[in-house]
């Protein structure tokens, strides 16, 4: 289990250097790569965790709400940004340049029904579980925050890399609260993904 579990945190690593990293040069495939990369995932966590979970009315319900907080939340902290930093504003113009000849309606159904639900599965589902059994939970969840925190640093980006700290602080700390909200995490996920970056951008 410990080994699969190194094994599989490494390749989100190398993934998400190849997908992220500008000297890779790659921006303009960055959709192609991220579906490739959640397909990778996906993958990692059906073959070597356990996709048991209940996907109910409430679950779906309380997966919206989260994504509405979220998208909230983040919008407050885009004009707090904007106001602190100098280079927030073009970093975030960046992120939203990667891979802009994708047709929108195209990422929108990426992130909703590919790498919204493969994230989740994978981090929370996968490797917050398994952390949280070799671990205590909270030490679980600290690990597993560090350390989908830290593939994003890849990206050179100051804010991308802020932006995964707290919405992977969000998920997280709920899964550490309620596993079984799993499935309300893997909606809030896939619904906030598809509409910061394409229905209502920043």
Known sequence: MKKRLAISICVSFVLWYIMLNPLMGLQEFFWQSMALSSITLFLMAYCWGEMKFELTFKQVGLGILLAAVLWGIFWTGDKLSSLMFDFADSQVDSIYSMGEKMPKWAITIQLLVLTGP???LF???YVQKQLSTIFKPFVGFLITLGVYTLIHVWSLN?????????AGAV????????????PA???SHALWDATVFSIFPY
Do not use: D
Request: no cysteine; proline share 3%.
């Open 118 to 120: 493969a994230e989740e």
């Open 123 to 125: 981090w929370r589902g």
């Open 171 to 182: 998920w997280g700390f709920l899964y550490y609260l309620k596993p079984s909200w799993l």
């Open 158 to 166: 100051f804010m991308l890399v802020m932006a995964a700290m707290v």
């Open 185 to 187: 995490l893997i909606i």
